[in-house]
């Protein structure tokens, strides 16, 4: 059986690089991921946490690509009993200019 895949294209009026800085800065991310802060030194193979507000840690993995500002890749596991002993997911983000800004 094969893994499904989701492909997701979404248009952001700003630069790549303040997109990048968007998905790779916990200060960010706590603003707009419901209060949960991306955690990670951001080099391939490393950790990638992330942590809630209340410090518990919903979702674990490892940083598969980085190349700023252009492509982020990391694997991800919910940490819940229910999920933490799934398979990884990946989340993959291409950041292409589109546009006039």
């Not at 009993?81 to 993959?92: G, I, R, S, V, W």
Request: hydrophobic share 35%.
């Amino acid at each position: 059986m094969s893994k499904p895949e989701f492909i997701y294209v979404t248009y952001i009026e700003t630069t790549p690089e303040k997109l990048w800085h968007a998905l790779t800065d916990g200060d960010f991310t706590q603003r707009y991921w419901f209060g949960a802060r991306l955690r990670s030194d951001w080099k391939v193979g490393s950790s990638f946490e992330m942590v809630r507000s209340d410090g518990a840690v919903s979702d674990a993995g490892k940083v598969v690509e980085f190349d700023p500002p252009r492509r982020l890749a990391y694997t991800f596991i919910n940490q819940s009993d229910k999920y933490k002993n799934e398979f990884p997911a990946l989340a993959t983000f291409d950041l292409e200019p589109y546009g006039k800004l």
